[in-house]
Each structure stands twice: as C-alpha cells, then as structure tokens.
C-alpha cells in the first residue's frame, strides 16, 4: 500500500501522472521533467506549517500554557498557546526592519511634498473638460503617485509649474 493510501485511506488523485498503474509506459526525459515540475508546484506555501512572530512571551498560565502578545492584526486569536504551537525564535540580523523617521502630527497625518508631475490628461464630463496631471509625492515612506486636478496644484504649487515642462514631456 502506497504512503498516502495509508494516511487517508483512499487512493492519490493529484495531477502528477493521471496514469493507471496498470499502463505501461516508459518513462522519458520529457514525463520526468513535466512530473518535476508539477510537484514543484505542489510544494507551495500551504502544505508548509506557519508561524507568526516573534512574539513576545508575557506569562505562564500552566505547565504547558504561555500568553504571548500578538500584534493588533491577531486580536481575534485567543493568547494562549499550547507549548506545542510555540517555537525557539533564533536571532537572524536580515529580520531587522529599519524604522522611517516619519513626523507624525497631532491629528495622526504626516506631510507629503510633490516632488514632480509626471502626466497630464483632460477628461470630458457632461460637455466640461477638467485638466488633471499625476502628481509624484514624497515622503519619508517613499514616493506615490495621483491624479489631482491641475487648478488646485497650480494655486497650492506654482513652482512644479514654472517651467513649462514635464519630466520628459512637455506639454504646454
């Protein structure tokens, strides 16, 4: 009896080889290469276990029960693990995140600074054409890109404007 057909009690019907046993076939370069490759794909993420962490261990709650603190996106788990569940984390120097030196103000909003604008484009609503450009944004977490309406971004920022040019392009 195979492997699998012990542990589940019922035969193996993955897309590996879809062959009979019963067939004869010989095996060639071309079914071992396509059978490498399927299993390749069988060994995704899913059949591996997960863990979350590192996690900070806060008491002993029996002889073989810890609460850890889970970060806010796991408040719907219960903080209490089984020893079993719990793993040694071994320190490794690339799992250090370097922090963005981000001011945060009161109302908890940071300032971004258009850096450049990159597009125009004019949209025709109801007989009206509205102007838009794509505006590059930097902050400390990196650039990001949006559509604003080019009225309001040649009264708030009139230098992105001074020269006539887009990067690149040019469009007046």
Same mark, same amino acid.
């Given at each position: 009896?195979?492997?699998?057909?012990?542990?589940?009690?019922?035969?193996?019907?993955?897309?590996?080889?879809?062959? &009979? /046993? =019963?067939?004869? !076939?010989? *095996?060639?370069?071309?079914? +071992?290469?396509?059978?490498?490759?399927?299993?390749?794909?069988?060994?995704?993420?899913?059949?591996?276990?997960?863990?979350?962490?590192?996690?900070?261990?806060?008491?002993?709650?029996?002889?073989?029960?810890?609460?850890?603190?889970?970060?806010?996106?796991?408040?719907?788990?219960?903080?209490?693990?089984?020893?079993?569940?719990?793993?040694?984390?071994?320190? &490794? /120097? =690339?799992?250090? !995140?370097? *922090?963005?030196?981000?001011? +945060?103000?009161?109302?908890?909003?940071?300032?971004?600074?258009?850096?450049?604008?990159?597009?125009?484009?004019?949209?025709?609503?109801?007989?009206?054409?509205?102007?838009?450009?794509?505006?590059?944004?930097?902050?400390?977490?990196?650039?990001?890109?949006?559509?604003?309406?080019?009225?309001?971004?040649?009264?708030?920022?009139?230098?992105?404007?001074?020269?006539?040019?887009?990067?690149?392009?040019?469009?007046?």
């Amino acid at each position: 009896m195979a492997p699998y057909d012990a542990l589940y009690c019922r035969r193996c019907r993955t897309p590996l080889c879809w062959v &009979d /046993p =019963s067939e004869s !076939i010989a *095996l060639g370069p071309e079914v +071992v290469q396509q059978t490498t490759e399927k299993v390749k794909v069988l060994k995704s993420r899913k059949l591996r276990p997960r863990f979350i962490g590192p996690c900070e261990i806060l008491k002993r709650v029996g002889p073989v029960a810890y609460q850890v603190a889970l970060p806010p996106s796991l408040s719907n788990l219960h903080s209490v693990f089984h020893v079993s569940q719990l793993r040694k984390y071994v320190h &490794d /120097p =690339s799992h250090v !995140i370097e *922090l963005d030196n981000v001011q +945060v103000k009161a109302n908890l909003t940071y300032e971004t600074q258009p850096l450049r604008i990159d597009d125009r484009m004019v949209k025709q609503l109801r007989g009206k054409e509205i102007s838009l450009v794509n505006v590059v944004w930097g902050s400390a977490s990196g650039e990001d890109a949006t559509w604003e309406l080019e009225g309001q971004m040649r009264d708030a920022y009139p230098t992105l404007f001074d020269t006539g040019k887009f990067w690149g392009r040019n469009f007046f």
